[in-house]
């Protein structure tokens, strides 16, 4: 079972950005997807983005047009930042790792709250 370590989050001002970033150690398969997702008040987990390790992303419909992500593939991390931040990005960011066709990988978790 990867342990993957996510740093970042804790309380953030509107209209700043958040940054976080994951890590998973030791070996990971060649053909990966890591990435987001995110669960606010009231709704189901959702993607907020992913890569895999060609460079393909997916974005989840509610942020993408406030999301990077960007992968360091020889330290197995992914960093997320999402600008602007608004009141509704409060919740918990999951890293989250896909290798091959194996079950997928959560982080724990980190609480994000965001301050007007």
């Known amino acids: 079972q990867v342990q993957l370590v996510e740093s970042g989050g804790g309380l953030v001002q509107a209209g700043e950005t958040l940054r976080l970033s994951c890590v998973a150690p030791?070996?990971?398969?060649?053909?990966?997807?890591m990435g987001w997702y995110r669960r606010t008040p009231g709704k189901e987990r959702e993607l907020v983005i992913e890569q895999d390790v060609s460079g393909h992303r997916n974005y989840g419909d509610s942020v993408w047009d406030r999301v990077t992500i960007s992968r360091d593939m020889s330290k197995n991390m992914v960093l997320l930042e999402m600008k602007s931040l608004q009141l509704t990005d409060t919740g918990v960011y999951y890293c989250?790792?896909?290798?091959?066709?194996?079950?997928?990988?959560w982080g724990q978790g980190t609480q994000v709250t965001v301050s007007s």
């Open positions: 989250h790792l896909r290798e091959g066709l194996h079950a997928p990988h």
């Open positions: 030791g070996d990971i398969l060649p053909f990966n997807i």
